[in-house]
């Protein structure tokens, strides 16, 4: 379905003035098109320049992807890497307290906003301080990379951890649900961030760079990468209520490698040490969408908040291992998971990792009943 031509619908009869405390947003779908719109409340300083607590957006921004340069933890080398930010300029009119987006460009950054906000107040519930002030969020920057091919310069909703920012980039490819208006996928974005603060204590290139040197320390990375994967599909589903939450945006066998209803099984050869690789390039989904399932999975025998609040647990109990010794195995996030689940919950957690992580049960078998 296209969503240009609903603008209007979007709009209707409009009048009133003041501070809106809602706004109106793209909020639901499914896989075969329907949408729905809804009024939220929302933390939005400035609707024009799209700033609140959570995030503030940004356009007209050049952005240098480029490993040779020395990022800085905490968005510390952010000039490095991002020139030229000029807040945005959306357009809206106001109908009583709600803000309403007049085109669909506007419509998207407000959306992409109170999405990101629904992600920050799901983790503060779980006790996760997401941002001592707004993250930056870029929006349709213009990329400079430096090994073509090697970054999607479109189609593509990230984390950028080396300007502890996010990037959403034009959707020119899939004609579907904007990555901007799929709250699934901005959540799954938001759980990156929160990785990065939580399991690597925000300090992931200090990190790096300590470990450079330390034998083992690659296969120690793509492990972690795909674990974190796993982690943010897992909360991308839980804060969009929905385990296909890619569907509405992406081809079907792009999604249906990723939906955590599935049953999937950790491949022994991954924890063998392989590594799933298509093209010379490591693909972290793979094994992170084991991760998700599993997650997914001891979710429904227990409940989400349940398994969210452990699963932030692990990451905060990992992080001195990752941080002093940079080894990491397939099972050890689950296993730390399981260690923080109510008593009555561990059974069923392990249930479920029994079958899914059968090649990893060596390194999860002592943390269950």
Known sequence: ?????????????????????????????????????LD?????????????????????????????????DRGGSRE???????????????????????????????????????????FNALHVATTSEPTPVYFHPTLAVAVPDSYPTSDNATYFPEAD?????????????????NRGVLAHEMAHRIFYYEFFAGELFATL??????????????RIRATDEGVADFFGAAIAHDPQFLS??????VANARRLDRTRILDPAWVAGDEPTANGEYLPYLPGAVVAAALWQIAQLTDVETVSLALIAAQRDLAAQIRDTFTYRFGEL??????????????????????????AWAYLASSCP
């Open 1 to 37: 379905m296209p969503f240009k031509p609903l603008l209007g619908l979007l709009v209707g009869t409009v009048a009133g003035c003041g501070n809106p405390s809602l706004v109106r947003i793209l909020v639901q779908m499914d896989t075969v098109g329907h949408i729905e719109v």
């Open 209 to 222: 760079e300590q470990h450079r040197m330390t034998p083992g320390s690659k296969s120690n990375w793509q």
């Open 40 to 72: 939220v409340s929302t933390n939005i300083d400035d609707f024009t320049e799209v700033r609140g607590a959570v995030a503030q957006l940004w356009s007209d921004v050049e952005i240098e992807i480029d490993a040779t340069i020395t990022a800085v």
């Open 80 to 122: 490095s890497f991002v020139s030229h930010p000029r807040a945005v300029s959306a357009n809206w009119v106001v109908d009583g307290d709600v803000a309403i987006a007049t085109d669909f460009e506007s419509l998207s950054m407000l959306t992409a906003y109170a999405h990101l906000e629904a992600a920050a107040m799901f």
């Open 334 to 359: 689950e296993a730390a998971v399981v260690e923080n689940l109510p008593a009555n919950h561990r059974t069923a957690a392990c249930t479920v990792l029994s079958q899914s992580h059968t090649a």
């Open 165 to 181: 920012g996010f990037i959403i980039l034009p959707m020119l490819t899939y004609r579907e649900v904007p990555f901007a208006m």
């Open 248 to 253: 509405p945006s992406v081809p079907d066998d």
